[in-house]
């Protein structure tokens, strides 16, 4: 029998699960829930890549809940692999609060503290905590664990944290927390391996998938994030708008007359990429659409990028290095060349043949700051704090 943890990243269409063994962090499966809400599917490999599940399993219909996706979830491991002898989960759980600044065992005084961050992170962490609760039922004595993506940003220095609003508010926790912590955790370990420069080096991380947030890093910590009090502050992203000056919130309420849920709805679901081309949310499907909208949408996020780079760039005092990760940081070249273009006055010069190739070192030997590609792995992260808690 093989002792292992079991990894779940629970949201709001998919659910994200790997396990590895416990003696020695191996990976032994991977997979994914999808179209949750509209026909869930299984989709899982082993770690040679061999698909498990060909065709994807349907599991279910619209009306299938987080619940009762992951009590099959966890039947459909116990079956695919009797040899696997699960011992802990891992939880991604995306709002810690002030309270949590490091992996944390779940009891359930911890998950009433969590559901009171509920609606600071309101489209991700109701998902996250009821993923926790599902398990709880199937198996009541199951050790969980909830790995943070805020706890990382602790580092932070108190004015890296404030808004410059009243401080009743701020007391009240109304601050800045940043997210994409477990992404940038696993940077900041990988690192060493492939930088010029290792003592106090500065590195701005663009962690660039559906969500995009930026993280400035001095010496492996969290120096200050792109994303604040929610996950919308910051980067343009796939539907997220990002930073945007809060008189627009302020017209559409009195002048458009919207509700909160209606603006709520805009900002998170119906804006970046998607509201400014009018096409997709997808970038690779925007990549290959010739609308001339779907260029300004492109054109728009990298601007912006770069925008975001340049500001995280006077908190380390300088930059040694930029490092590019998940779905787009990772496989889109034109992306990557477009940021990179706008940020040649910091002495950015890319190696294209390198950057085209997704290479792990994409600067030229000329360039002032190395730019580089380091594949995320936010499970792993996930794996290893959970083990360590529990032992
Ligand atoms: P999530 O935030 O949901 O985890 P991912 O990190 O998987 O998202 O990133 C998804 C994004 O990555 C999508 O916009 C997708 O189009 C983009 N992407 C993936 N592969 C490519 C590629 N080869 N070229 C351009 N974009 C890509």
């Keep these: 029998m093989t002792d292992a943890v079991l990894t779940i990243n629970a949201g709001s269409s998919s659910i994200k699960f790997a396990l590895y063994s416990l003696q020695d962090m191996s990976p032994?499966?991977?997979?994914?829930?999808?179209?949750?809400?509209?026909?869930?599917?299984?989709?899982?490999?082993?770690?040679?890549?061999?698909d498990l599940c060909q065709p994807a399993i349907?599991?279910?219909?619209?009306?299938?809940?987080?619940?009762?996706?992951?009590?099959?979830?966890?039947?459909?491991?116990?079956?695919?692999?009797?040899?696997?002898?699960?011992?802990?989960v891992g939880h991604r759980v995306?709002?810690?609060?002030?309270?949590?600044?490091?992996?944390?065992?779940?009891?359930?005084?911890?998950?009433?503290?969590?559901?009171?961050l509920i609606p600071l992170a309101p489209l991700h962490q109701g998902h996250n905590l009821s993923a926790i609760e599902a398990i709880s039922k199937w198996a009541p004595r199951l050790p969980q664990v909830a790995c943070f993506d805020t706890s990382f940003h602790h580092t932070q220095s108190e004015l890296a944290k404030l808004f410059a609003i009243p401080r009743k508010y701020t007391e009240n926790g109304i601050i800045?927390?940043?997210?994409?912590?477990?992404?940038?955790?696993?940077?900041?370990?990988?690192l060493p391996k492939y930088l010029n420069k290792h003592a106090d080096a500065r590195v701005i991380v663009a962690h660039i998938g559906n969500g995009a947030s930026m993280c400035a890093l001095k010496n492996g910590r969290s120096?200050?994030?792109?994303?604040?009090?929610?996950?919308?502050?910051?980067?343009?992203?796939?539907?997220?708008?990002?930073?945007?000056?809060a008189g627009v919130i302020l017209h559409l309420l009195q002048h458009y007359k919207m509700s909160a849920a209606a603006i709520e709805h805009m900002l998170y679901k119906e804006s970046g990429l998607l509201g400014v081309s009018g096409i997709s949310n997808n970038m690779q499907v925007l990549q290959q659409s010739d609308d001339p909208h779907a260029a300004e949408a492109i054109n728009l996020y990298c601007y912006r990028a770069a925008r975001e780079l340049s500001s995280?760039?006077?908190?380390?005092?300088?930059?040694?290095?930029?490092?590019?990760?998940?779905?787009?940081?990772?496989?889109?070249?034109?992306?990557?060349e477009k940021i990179c273009e706008h940020l040649a006055w910091l002495g950015v010069v890319l190696d294209n043949k390198a950057n085209q190739s997704n290479n792990d070192v994409i600067s030229n030997l000329k360039s002032s700051v190395q730019v580089l590609i380091i594949p995320t792995n936010e499970e792993l992260v996930i794996a290893k704090a959970t083990k360590a808690l529990l032992e």
């Design 28 to 50: 032994l499966l991977s997979g994914k829930i999808v179209n949750i809400g509209q026909s869930p599917s299984l989709k899982a490999s082993d770690i040679h890549g061999t």
């Design 58 to 88: 349907e599991i279910g219909d619209q009306a299938s809940t987080h619940e009762t996706l992951i009590s099959w979830l966890l039947n459909w491991l116990k079956e695919h692999d009797s040899g696997i002898l699960l011992k802990s």
């Design 94 to 116: 995306v709002h810690g609060g002030q309270s949590f600044t490091e992996a944390t065992r779940v009891t359930p005084s911890v998950l009433l503290q969590l559901k009171a």
């Design 176 to 190: 800045r927390y940043g997210f994409h912590g477990l992404s940038y955790e696993y940077i900041a370990n990988q």
């Design 223 to 245: 120096v200050a994030s792109s994303m604040g009090f929610t996950a919308l502050d910051g980067l343009m992203m796939g539907q997220r708008c990002g930073s945007l000056d």
């Design 312 to 336: 995280l760039v006077s908190t380390l005092n300088g930059l040694d290095a930029i490092v590019f990760t998940a779905g787009i940081g990772e496989n889109s070249a034109l992306v990557r």
